[in-house]
């Protein structure tokens, strides 16, 4: 049973960055892609950011592509959230979820293990 379990969220001003972790366990993870969604209040939950197994396939939605950054850490199947120059619209609990292909999927339905989820907010 694979777990995921997200850290890091937090309380911020505008402008301000933070990191969030995923760290995945209880799987095989070489061919496993791991992504960040994001859910604010009364909204639809997007995808935000994704990466392969290999770490050689990545995606970074548009709306925050110059902002934000995915990444693998050095420790074991943890995957980094790099969040930069927060706004007040990034407010949303943020989701780490995983599927078990070496293909980025776009839409929730696509993954099939997700974390319990992280509050992040910005506030001006």
């Known amino acids: 049973q694979v777990q995921l379990i997200e850290s890091w969220g937090g309380l911020v001003q505008t402008g301000a960055s933070l990191r969030l972790s995923c760290a995945a366990s209880?799987?095989?993870?070489?061919?496993?892609?791991i992504a960040w969604f994001r859910q604010a209040a009364g909204k639809v939950r997007e995808l935000v950011a994704a990466?392969?197994?290999?770490?050689?396939?990545?995606l970074v939605a548009d709306s925050v592509k110059d902002r934000f950054t995915i990444s693998r850490g050095n420790a074991p199947n943890t995957i980094y959230l790099q969040m930069n120059g927060l706004e007040p619209e990034d407010t949303a609990v943020y989701y780490c979820?995983?599927?078990?292909?070496?293909?980025?999927?776009?839409?929730?339905?696509?993954?099939?293990?997700w974390g319990q989820g992280t509050q992040v907010t910005a506030s001006s």
């Open positions: 209880g799987g095989t993870f070489d061919i496993y892609t």
């Open positions: 979820a995983g599927r078990p292909y070496n293909i980025i999927g776009s839409y929730q339905y696509e993954y099939d293990d």
């Open positions: 990466i392969t197994g290999s770490g050689k396939g990545t």
